[in-house]
């Protein structure tokens, strides 16, 4: 069965400075990778996914991941954060073998950008 | 437009009541979802449904009953509630493009306290 791990509950970052938020991921084949974010009282907005292809992802707001099949890790970063950053992320894992298409996230890691 | 509609967004009640809790998407999509999200914001996939055809059922109460009248539609009827199921409810969908389904798009949340 596939899972995710998201290793840091929280995550502190300086305005301007660079961000890492870290995911870990088990599946039997080729995982299908995502980055969700959370904002205060809404549902989960995609951010990038990993399929297949290119390594190195880009996404929504400046946001990119790289998926790292060796370490099996598909971290989430950005190269200056902002404060407009802060929310709550979710890594989220699919693996293709199983076709009941069952997406199983992270526990989330809340990202907190500081002025 | 909302992609994905959920209401009421705040359901208040007491136990053993049964309540109900309205998705609807207009994407398109052919496969709908509904997640719990609790206090601790873990996310967890309860029911999927394809083409109204239950394909995902997870180790859920029955008490908790999905019913899909059509693909643009999924709801949840929940009987009996009690404390424990106090969470927020998120609807999602997603379609199947070439063996693949796309990331899933998330309603806003139905806040359920029960009292």
């Known amino acids: 069965a596939q899972s995710v791990a998201q290793p840091e509950d929280q995550v502190n970052v300086a305005e301007g400075n660079p961000l890492t938020v870290k995911c870990t991921y088990s599946?039997?084949?080729?995982?299908?990778l995502f980055w969700y974010v959370q904002y205060p009282n809404r549902g989960l907005q995609f951010l990038l996914k990993?399929?297949?292809?290119?390594?190195l992802v880009k996404g929504s707001y400046g946001f990119e991941a790289e998926f790292n099949k060796s370490q099996t890790s598909f971290h989430l970063k950005k190269p200056s954060a902002l404060v407009s950053d802060s929310a709550l992320y979710f890594c989220?894992?699919?693996?293709?073998?199983?076709?009941?298409?069952?997406?199983?996230f992270g526990k989330g890691t809340r990202l907190h950008i500081l002025p | 437009d909302t992609a994905v509609s959920q209401t009421p967004k705040y359901l208040v009640t007491q136990m053993g009541n049964d309540k109900s809790i309205k998705c609807e998407q207009n994407?398109?999509?052919?496969?709908m979802y509904w997640y719990k999200q609790d206090s601790k914001k873990f996310l967890k996939i309860m029911f999927s449904?394809?083409?109204?055809?239950?394909?995902i059922n997870e180790t859920v109460p029955n008490r908790f009953s999905p019913k899909s009248p059509d693909k643009a539609h999924l709801n949840l009827h929940i009987n009996s509630l009690e404390l424990g199921d106090s969470a927020v409810y998120f609807c999602?969908?997603?379609?199947?493009?070439?063996?693949?389904?796309?990331?899933?798009?998330f309603g806003n949340g139905t806040r359920l306290t029960v009292t």
């Open positions: 999602a969908s997603s379609q199947e493009v070439g063996g693949w389904y796309s990331p899933l798009h």
């Open positions: 990993y399929i297949t292809g290119d390594n």
């Open positions: 989220a894992v699919r693996d293709p073998m199983n076709r009941d298409d069952k997406i199983i």
């Open positions: 994407l398109g999509h052919d496969t």
């Open positions: 599946v039997s084949g080729n995982p299908y």
């Open positions: 449904y394809n083409n109204k055809e239950l394909i």
